[in-house]
């Protein structure tokens, strides 16, 4: 955080950059030798990620930059190299995009470009593009975000020390200072910067992303048990923004939520052993407390598993949790379920917006907002709200972690939820639900019900 207090100092005079800039590049030195890659070699490149690091955890509110070191002729080496066009484009087309959201467009905007690529070609999936496919929607991602005004740096190192200034700056992005105004954090801590090797979950269908705890965050467990979520042939910020469907670590996991889709135990065993000795080992021989582990695989064997990052559970406090009388739940009709995450049970009126929430605010009822995904963007919203249900995303999701800490009922990953905001109407299961219509939320079970109940009070953690 010393850079950050000082940045402009740093910049305005010649000897403290210079000085900067050689500390960075010699560090950059310890890692190609370590990985035995070359920063800017278009035959064996150092791909980075950097990230902030602030003091107390703020999940999702700055900046990451993923595969920095990255220009069309690097890429177009990577595709050669690991003769995967697919896995090297889909590399340069997620540059593109983190570079160009942190200088503020919007994830829709990307969507929306995702979404039209699908339906020209066909597909459901992004994974089932060919790689000339992938390489064109990159290529569209880079003219796009070009006619916007934002520079895609060619050079590797301008990229680095570029984008170390743009994680410093996203302190102050709306996201970060709505969330500490939120969770009432001091402005003056600042950021550290992390510059990191990048590892692809991307590489392979084999390959693969995820976070987990290394006990359960519902109920009073105090064993080892994995519990989190994991999604295969992704990179670690389509987890941990919410943007896809994630299945769970453990079969414990899987059989208690009553999940859907292969656990990591069942579909990639050796790294699921991998991790829960790493787990034993960080709990029971290093003596830390339970703790929240990202992680990432290129293959299925043990040997290509990487921990990325490792964090203490930030534990729950005891609150009072709206319950409902069990005869009064059982005369509603459950349409749908999700992923609980968080809370009890709640009834509320359905929103999409903040224009709604403020329309609905005024009525003093409960409100649920309604999303494809909630990202870290919706900050305000999620606040605002007593609800939020999503038809994307897993419970160690960013969005799924701030919402438990500001006590609000959640269900994520509802695959059946479709929206429409311009038609203010979702569906479920085929029933189809309104703006300001009531539904029920089970922040335990995951369950969705139409309809509302009176509400009694009961602690739940």
Not at 197 to 217: A, D, E, H, R, Y
Not at 256 to 282: M, Q, V
Request: aromatic residues 12%; charged residues 25%.
């Amino acid at each position: 955080t010393e850079i950050f207090r000082c940045y402009k100092l740093i910049k305005k005079y010649k000897e403290l950059w210079e000085d900067y800039e050689f500390k960075i590049r010699e560090h950059i030195k310890i890692l190609e030798k370590l990985t035995n890659k070359k920063f800017g070699d278009k035959r064996n490149p150092l791909l980075l990620s950097i990230r902030s690091g602030s003091a107390l955890s703020m999940p999702g509110m700055m900046s990451t930059i993923l595969n920095v070191g990255v220009n069309v002729e690097i890429i177009e080496g990577l595709a050669e190299i690991s003769k995967n066009p697919w896995f090297a484009w889909d590399t340069y087309r997620r540059f593109i995009q983190s570079w160009a959201m942190s200088y503020g467009i919007p994830r829709d905007f990307f969507n929306n470009l995702m979404r039209e690529h699908k339906k020209r070609y066909k597909v459901k999936k992004k994974k089932e593009f060919a790689g000339e496919q992938m390489k064109e929607l990159a290529l569209i991602y880079k003219k796009s975000v070009e006619k916007l005004g934002v520079s895609l740096v060619d050079d590797p190192w301008e990229q680095l020390f570029r984008g170390i200034e743009l994680i410093l700056n996203s302190w102050h992005n709306y996201k970060a200072n709505a969330y500490r105004e939120i969770m009432q954090l001091s402005e003056e801590w600042g950021t550290a910067v992390i510059v990191q090797q990048m590892v692809f979950g991307n590489k392979i269908p084999s390959s693969g992303t995820g976070v987990t705890l290394t006990t359960s965050p519902v109920g009073k467990f105090s064993r080892i048990i994995l519990w989190g979520d994991y999604t295969p042939y992704n990179q670690g910020e389509d987890i941990v923004s919410g943007l896809v469907n994630a299945y769970p670590i453990s079969l414990e996991q899987r059989k208690i939520e009553n999940r859907e889709g292969p656990s990591l135990e069942e579909a990639f065993p050796e790294i699921y052993k991998s991790l829960l000795n790493f787990a034993y080992y960080l709990v029971y021989e290093k003596g830390w407390g339970h703790q929240e582990i990202e992680f990432t695989f290129e293959s299925k064997n043990p040997e290509d598993l990487y921990i990325l990052q490792v964090r203490d559970i930030i534990l729950r406090e005891e609150r009072d949790i709206p319950f409902f009388d069990k005869k009064l739940l059982e005369q509603l009709e459950c349409i749908g379920k999700g992923i609980g995450v968080s809370g009890g049970l709640i009834s509320g009126r359905i929103v999409f917006t903040l224009e709604d929430i403020f329309k609905f605010k005024s009525t003093n009822d409960p409100l649920i907002l309604l999303r494809y995904d909630t990202v870290p963007d919706n900050i305000k919203e999620i606040a605002l709200v007593n609800g939020i249900l999503t038809a994307r995303g897993g419970q160690t999701s960013h969005a799924a972690i701030v919402a438990s800490r500001l006590g609000k009922v959640c269900v994520v990953g509802c695959e059946n939820l479709n929206i429409n905001e311009l038609k203010k109407e979702a569906k479920i299961n085929g029933y189809v639900l309104k703006l300001g219509d009531w539904i029920t939320l089970n922040g335990i079970s995951g369950q969705i019900f139409k309809g509302k109940i009176e509400e009694l009070t009961k602690k739940f953690y």
